[in-house]
């Protein structure tokens, strides 16, 4: 089973709005709405962002939202802060066999 | 407070065995899968596999069937991951992860890093 593909790195400057994309297939995104999104901060454990495609966590931003188009899902950040400034993975179910799949990561910078 | 705390980071030889864990506390321990994650240094997010503490039932990704082996003891609240004989290669990060009601991570553990070198 291969790693999602997402871009190796995207920037933004402060206040902008940046995507991450996260490519599959159908045995995995395209087949089940079950993609979530981590950030992980330097030397730090990932954290939950969104899962379900869409869904915020209780105390995640509302910057940050989530979509599916396909056999791609994204991570969209509004209103990009210094903070935002970290790796991003997804991650999709991928059936009964395989199970789980992470995406390549993303990192993130803040101009 | 939902928490998962890791055993301190390791150093061997290559050719010895290891054993790291990870304890949960704040929630019924046996009614939600725990997954092992490596990180290597340098790199992204691969997920090993997951244990349900309740019934130990286990299920390996394909890229780690009989390299590792995970476990659980109910009674202390704490999942493992083992190694028989570790390689250089096996030289990461390795997070565990509750599994959620819904197909995702969280929270995760802090982390063991174990070091492999002659």
């Known amino acids: 089973q291969s790693a999602l593909t997402q871009p190796a790195s995207v920037s933004g400057s402060p206040g902008q709005s940046i995507t991450i994309s996260c490519t599959g297939t159908?045995?995995?995104?395209?087949?089940?709405?079950?993609v979530s999104w981590y950030q992980q901060h330097p030397g730090k454990a990932p954290k939950l962002l969104i899962y379900?495609?869409?869904n915020r966590p209780s105390g995640i931003s509302n910057r940050f939202s989530g979509s599916k188009s396909g056999n791609t899902a994204s991570l969209t950040i509004s209103g990009l802060q210094a903070e935002d400034e970290a790796d991003y993975y997804c991650?999709?179910?991928?059936?009964?066999?395989?199970?789980?799949?992470f995406g390549t990561g993303t990192k993130v910078t803040v101009l | 407070e939902v928490q998962l705390v890791q055993s301190g980071a390791e150093v061997k030889k290559p050719g010895e065995s290891l054993k790291i864990s990870c304890k949960g506390s704040?929630?019924?321990?046996?009614?939600?899968?725990i997954a092992w994650v490596r990180q290597m240094p340098g790199k992204g997010l691969e997920w090993m596999g997951l244990?349900?503490?309740?019934?130990?039932?286990?299920r390996y990704s394909p890229s780690f069937q009989g390299q590792v082996t995970i476990s659980a003891d109910k009674s202390i609240n704490t999942a493992y991951l083992q190694w028989s004989s570790l390689q250089a290669s096996d030289t990461a990060m390795y997070f565990c992860?509750?599994?959620?009601?819904?197909?995702?991570?969280?929270?995760w553990g802090q982390g063991t890093l174990v070091t492999v070198s002659s």
């Open positions: 992860a509750r599994r959620g009601d819904s197909r995702l991570f969280d929270p």
């Open positions: 704040g929630y019924s321990f046996t009614n939600y899968w």
């Open positions: 244990i349900y503490p309740g019934t130990s039932d286990i």
């Open positions: 159908s045995s995995d995104v395209g087949g089940y709405n079950y």
């Open positions: 379900d495609v869409s």
């Open positions: 991650n999709s179910y991928a059936g009964s066999s395989t199970l789980y799949v």
